[in-house]
């Protein structure tokens, strides 16, 4: 699996509000229109912290590997969402990752019984 995460920037003079509107309502359904797109996350900074916050959010997508992110991109549907970032970001930075889950709490009976991973 190949994932990008993002640290998004958002423009000049738009609130936090505006900001995570736009993500939610009017990006998230383009980049969701990816060819080959596995799933894709978003994290807004919340709005007490957004005023301090060096960056509007974070997102994450996932393809089946780079091919298949450089084919979503390049196809109608990237160009589309590609062009919407300049509507409500300023930049964004991105890079591939390889996620690790290092800890992961499991909910059941009693409370919360904590999960890591064996070596």
Same mark, same amino acid.
């Given at each position: 699996?190949?994932?990008?995460? @993002? ?11 505006? @900001? /995570?509107?736009?993500?939610? !309502?009017?990006?998230? %359904? ?12 978003? =994290? %807004?900074?919340?709005?007490? *912290?957004? =005023? !301090?916050?060096?960056? $509007? ?5 996932? @393809?089946?590997?780079?091919? =298949?992110?450089?084919?979503?991109? *390049?196809?109608? !549907? ?11 970001? *300023?930049?964004?930075?991105? #890079?591939?990752? #390889? %996620? ?11 409370? /919360? $019984?904590?999960? /890591?991973?064996?070596?």
């Amino acid at each position: 699996m190949y994932s990008i995460m @993002f640290v998004l920037y958002r423009k000049p003079g738009m609130d936090q509000d505006d @900001f /995570v509107r736009h993500w939610r !309502e009017r990006h998230a %359904p383009l980049v969701a229109q990816l060819p080959g797109i596995l799933r894709y996350r978003i =994290a %807004p900074v919340v709005r007490e *912290e957004a =005023a !301090e916050a060096p960056f $509007a959010g974070i997102a994450e997508i996932w @393809f089946d590997s780079r091919d =298949a992110w450089l084919r979503a991109l *390049e196809s109608p !549907e990237g160009q589309r969402a590609l062009q919407d970032v300049l509507e409500f970001q *300023e930049r964004s930075d991105g #890079a591939s990752v #390889a %996620p690790e889950i290092v800890f992961e709490a499991a909910f059941g009976e009693g409370g /919360v $019984a904590p999960t /890591v991973p064996q070596a």
